[in-house]
């Protein structure tokens, strides 16, 4: 198939607490395989679709280290976390018949794939989804820093930014009724204005590498292969 939207080669960052679904804590494996759904309908509409899974619905670094835990100690913890959402994911995936590798930034070999570079833009060509375990392999680093580092190694077309609204409002649109949401936005804008779009570090690196971020509601049903199509409502921040 071929695609029919702006972007062919997309990398998907998907939050801890996206996983979580109507639950308090971990994974919610029918909101897996609903984020999963959505995953497979894209490959098989063409496009090549990578993720980066976070790992706050399980552990955050900075909540433990605030509580006292040395920081480095408690992101690495917060990485192996995001190693069991990408396992998740995974098997959602696979159930659905859709071919995933799992590629994590801290060897795991008895588990996953390492992660390398190469052969992630194969199994890319190939149809398969990559799912990128372990964030940067850094502590003191997020896993949207992440998303935007593997996006720009894959030479990605665009970062999707899956969120629980459906682009960036000038104000929180849960509270505000009369919150406006960007058509568009410059990243010097998203940096300026302090917009809570993703973490500055990963929106320098995108702007650096003219990279879009594309900011989508992933609780919709069909969300994702509406913007993908170029239907959608969203938020492009972008050159
Ligand atoms: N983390 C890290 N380095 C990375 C990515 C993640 O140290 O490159 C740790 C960090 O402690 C973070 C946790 O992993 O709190 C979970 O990731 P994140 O908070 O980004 O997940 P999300 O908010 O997307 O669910």
Do not use: W
């Not at 920081?71 to 995936?93: K, P």
């Not at 799912?131 to 003191?140: C, E, K, L, Q, Y």
């Not at 970062?159 to 509270?175: I, N």
């Amino acid at each position: 198939a071929v695609p029919s939207g702006p972007y062919k080669r997309v990398l998907l960052k998907v939050s801890g607490e996206a996983l979580m679904g109507a639950e308090p804590y971990g994974i919610d494996m029918n909101t897996a395989e609903r984020i999963a759904r959505e995953v497979g309908e894209a490959v098989e509409a063409g496009y090549e679709l990578c993720l980066v899974i976070g790992g706050g619905n399980i552990f955050r670094g900075l909540q433990a280290a605030a509580k006292g835990m040395e920081r480095a100690a408690a992101d690495y913890m917060g990485m192996l976390a995001t190693v069991m959402n990408a396992l998740a994911m995974q098997t959602a995936l696979e159930r659905l018949g859709v071919p995933t590798r799992v590629q994590s930034a801290i060897p795991m070999t008895t588990v996953c794939e390492p992660y390398i570079r190469r052969r992630a833009v194969r199994h890319m060509e190939k149809g398969r989804v990559v799912i990128f375990a372990a964030g940067t392999g850094n502590p003191f680093f997020t896993t949207d820093t992440a998303a935007a580092l593997r996006a720009a190694e894959m030479g990605c077309d665009a970062l999707f930014k899956g969120t629980g609204v459906d682009g960036v409002y000038d104000s929180d649109p849960r509270v505000n009724t009369d919150a406006k949401r960007f058509e568009r936005l410059d990243y010097i804008d998203v940096l300026a204005r302090d917009l809570k779009v993703m973490d500055a570090s990963a929106v320098t690196l995108m702007r650096d590498n003219q990279i879009p971020i594309v900011v989508f509601n992933i609780r919709e049903q069909g969300g994702l292969a509406r913007v993908l199509d170029g239907q959608g409502t969203c938020t492009v921040v972008g050159p």
